[in-house]
């Protein structure tokens, strides 16, 4: 009875020393704040192959850590500096190195 006590006691203590223990750090999901975001938007709409749609504009927006609202003009910015064009189909294509 006592070797099963100073057990579940032995038991007990490793479960609070672990909850004790710092967390790991989080880790980034997107790119780094530092990065403009016309430049993460335009690597985002990159990694969706190329072209930004109803289908693609959330995880395009995840992964440029942009709103909604922050959308419309850094398309507009990307439109005068000739690095996007609408398609006929409600989409958006990125021009760049990547996306010809």
Not at 13 to 42: I, K
Not at 88 to 93: L, M, V
């Amino acid at each position: 009875m006592i070797a099963r006590i100073s057990t579940l006691l032995a038991l007990g203590a490793f479960a609070l020393s672990a909850c004790t223990q710092p967390a790991p750090a989080p880790q980034p999901v997107g790119p780094a704040p530092s990065v403009a975001p016309a430049d993460r938007l335009a690597a985002a709409i990159e990694s969706e192959g190329c072209v930004l749609n109803s289908q693609n504009s959330g995880a395009v927006l995840l992964r440029a850590n942009l709103t909604r609202d922050e959308l419309a003009p850094l398309i507009l910015q990307l439109q005068s500096q000739g690095q996007v064009e609408a398609s006929g189909d409600a989409s958006i294509r990125l021009l760049s190195q990547n996306c010809i």
